[in-house]
Each structure stands twice: as structure tokens, then as C-alpha cells.
């Protein structure tokens, strides 16, 4: 079952690169990443928001707002638009590793207060081969996770917004390397998202500017199942707040400056030195394995072993800017922040955009500042279709 545990490994890289983290700074005493099942699920799928250090709960709304807060929904400019992205993953270490994702929305009714939207997501582990203990060749499998979601969102009154999504995750990590009956089963688990979008237009001297402030609470639902139920894990819950402010630099030129901050909402996995014996570390693990997701949810506030102060460790922040011209050619910057002891992610985003009526292409480009990182280099790619532009474009071709 060796190629079992690289499956493993490479799911924890991608979400919590340990190799960035110096060899002197690891202490059993300090270091404590929070672990979670279907870590896909957190990888950034779209350029604009990478390159912004990974926010987008307080953003101006476009395609991709199903990950970041789908609440924006609501106050799209476009009644519809779809959006695909292509992210290479972890190409340092491996080149077959690679997340898609497709998402979209339609606006409802004439009133132009409520939408609908959707995203499918989906994250390949490449091929790996399996072996026997001995090291004889058997067959190849390729490890993948996906999931599907419909969200639903409606303005509440001219500033403000709320959002729902329900969500279906597919996690598929096992293989029988014995017998073909053996085969192991894929994890299924289901979760919603909660969000909130508040946006308004102050007047600063005569210019007339936007500040908004967006709130996503993702993936609250049930366990992934691993080993055949023995090893459950926790999902990825996380609470995204975020504030952004655009204000013209002059005759259309806008600059936007945005701030967020996330916390997963996942009860630290018990370590055995925090115990004094092995039998009472066993029974922490087995109280933790049994724990539902909603007390977990709220345990998340409270169990860190070093208190107050590695629960504030638990917090990731992101800065970010974006320089428009005429909402067709974009700048954007921003930075991501992890504690050293949480992880350690901590890497510059860099990318630029153009759009047309139709159609608007964005690219970001990843430099990391953590020593050794795995996601150093990272790129990725956004297209997305308007579809009131191309209504128009077909209006004006008749």
C-alpha cells in the first residue's frame, strides 16, 4: 500500500506544503497545521482572485464568485456568464497534476435581484502506479476529486445580498493492489455555504467610490470516509471576511484595494505529545474521529493546545490590488500570509487581464517567499464568456 500513502502525501502538499517549512522551525511542541479531508477543495480555481493572494470575498462580482462569496450573484452587472480555468498543480514536484473548473450564473426574473449559479470542480492526481510489496508492477490507477454545487442568491435590500449553495464531493483516492473484488470505494460527503455581500457608493471630495464588505461560510456538511470509514476526516469549513474599496484614479481608471481573512472551521487533530500516555492520547483521537461536523465547527474557536495565541495563528490574511482600465484591461498584486507554524503559505500573486464584450481572459503567476515551496511558480488561466455581450454581438449581426 505504498502508493496509497504518496496519494496521501501529495494531497497534504497541495494544501499544506510542509517542505516550505525550514527543518530547524519544526517543533512537535508548535508545529500544528489544521488537516482536513478533500484539501481540493481549497485550491484557488481562478486567476483574478490568485492573483490578488488568493481573496475575492468582497470583490466586484464575475463569473468565479461561486467560490469566493456566491452572494455577489445578485448584483452582477451581466445577466449570465460562464467562466472555465485551468490550474497545473505542484509542477515542481510533478507534471500530471492539474484542477479545472467550470462555474457560471444566470439572473432570474426582471426585477435583475436574484440568481442562480452553479460549478463543477475537478482535481486530478495524475497517474500512479501500484505495486506489491515486493516491488512487482500491478496496474496503474489515477486518484482524482471532484464535486458539483447549485447556489441561489437574492438581494435583500439595495446594499445588501445573501447566498446559499449546496454542494455534492466526490473523493476518490483508493485502489485494491490484491484482488479486483477488493476494489476500494470512492468518499462522498454533501455541504452548503452561507454568505452575505453588503456594497455601497460613498461620495470622498467629488469622486464617487465603492466599498464592500462579503462574508462566505464554506463547506459546513458531513465527513469523508477514508479507509473504508476508519479514518474519517473533517472538511474543509472555512470563514472568508473581507472588505474591498474602489475609488477612480481618473477618467476610467479605477484602482481596488482588498483585504481578507480566513480561518478553517476544523478542530485540531489530537498529537500524542500533548498527552500524557499513549492510552489517553487514543482516546482524544477516538473522541475526535467521532465527532460531528457541527461541534466541530464550534470546537474549531477553542482546542488549539497552545490557547489563545495559536488559535490567532490559525487566521490567514490576504492583501490584495487591481488597477482597471475602462473594465477591459486589468493589473492585479496582492500577497498571501500563513503562520509558519499553520503551514507556512506565504507567496506573492502577480497577474493581468483583458476583456472584450464578449469574452475576457485572465492570468496569474505565483512567486512564493517560503524557502523550498512546492507551489513556487504556480500559474493559472481564467476564461469567461459574458453573455449579454455575445446576445448583443448576435443582435447587431442581424
Known amino acids: 500500500m505504498r502508493n496509497l500513502s504518496r496519494i496521501i502525501l501529495l494531497l497534504a502538499v497541495s494544501a499544506i506544503p510542509l517542505l516550505s517549512v525550514a527543518e530547524d522551525d519544526i517543533k512537535t511542541d508548535t508545529f500544528n497545521p489544521i488537516t482536513t479531508g478533500v484539501t481540493s477543495q481549497s485550491i484557488t480555481p481562478d486567476a483574478r482572485g490568485a492573483s490578488m493572494g488568493d481573496l475575492g470575498a468582497a470583490t466586484d462580482p ?6 469566493w462569496n456566491p452572494s455577489k450573484y445578485a448584483f452582477a452587472y451581466s445577466s449570465a456568464g460562464v467562466s472555465l480555468s485551468y490550474t497545473p498543480w505542484l509542477r515542481k514536484i510533478v507534471n500530471d497534476i492539474f484542477l479545472a473548473n467550470i462555474a457560471g450564473y444566470f439572473k432570474l426574473g426582471s426585477g435583475d435581484n436574484q440568481a ?4 463543477l470542480r475537478y482535481f486530478s492526481l495524475g497517474e500512479i502506479s501500484s505495486s506489491d510489496d515486493v516491488g512487482n508492477a500491478m496496474s496503474s490507477i489515477n486518484p482524482f476529486e471532484m464535486s458539483v454545487d447549485v447556489g441561489y442568491s437574492r438581494k435583500l435590500s439595495e446594499k445588501f445580498s445573501m447566498g446559499v449553495v449546496l454542494r455534492y464531493i466526490y473523493s476518490n483516492l483508493g485502489y485494491s493492489a490484491y484482488a479486483a473484488d477488493e476494489q ?14 453588503f456594497t455601497t457608493y460613498p461620495i470622498i471630495g467629488r469622486n464617487e467610490c465603492q466599498w464592500s464588505l462579503g462574508f462566505n461560510i464554506s463547506n459546513i456538511g458531513s465527513k469523508v470516509a477514508y479507509n473504508g470509514g476508519n479514518d474519517p476526516a473533517f472538511l474543509p469549513a472555512n470563514l472568508k ?20 481573512a480566513n480561518k478553517l472551521l476544523v478542530p485540531a487533530r489530537p498529537r500524542l505529545t500533548d498527552y500524557k500516555d499513549a492510552q489517553e492520547y487514543n482516546d482524544a483521537l477516538q473522541k475526535w474521529k467521532d465527532m460531528s461536523s457541527i461541534t466541530g465547527i464550534f470546537k474549531s474557536f477553542s482546542d488549539a493546545p497552545g490557547g489563545f495565541k495559536e488559535e490567532l495563528r490559525e487566521i490567514n490574511f490576504s492583501i490584495g490590488a487591481e488597477y482597471s482600465y475602462n473594465q477591459q484591461f486589468f493589473l492585479r498584486t496582492g500577497y498571501f500570509h ?3 507554524y499553520k503551514g507556512n503559505r506565504q507567496y506573492f500573486g502577480f497577474g493581468a487581464g483583458f476583456a472584450l464584450n464578449v469574452v475576457r481572459l485572465d492570468a496569474s503567476y505565483m512567486i512564493a517567499t517560503a524557502q523550498n515551496s512546492p507551489l513556487d511558480q504556480t500559474l493559472r488561466f481564467t476564461l469567461s464568456f459574458d453573455m449579454d455581450g455575445i446576445k448583443n454581438l448576435f443582435g447587431r449581426n442581424k
Not at 244 to 255: K, Q
Open 338 to 340: 500563513e503562520n509558519k
Open 184 to 197: 476500494a470505494k470512492g468518499s462522498s460527503a454533501f455541504s452548503a455555504d452561507i454568505s452575505g455581500y
Open 62 to 67: 464575475d463569473m468565479n464568485s461561486q467560490f
Open 116 to 119: 442562480l449559479s452553479a460549478s
Open 241 to 260: 471576511i473581507g472588505t474591498a474599496f474602489t475609488f477612480p484614479l481618473a477618467d476610467y481608471h479605477n484602482l481596488t484595494l482588498a483585504v481578507d
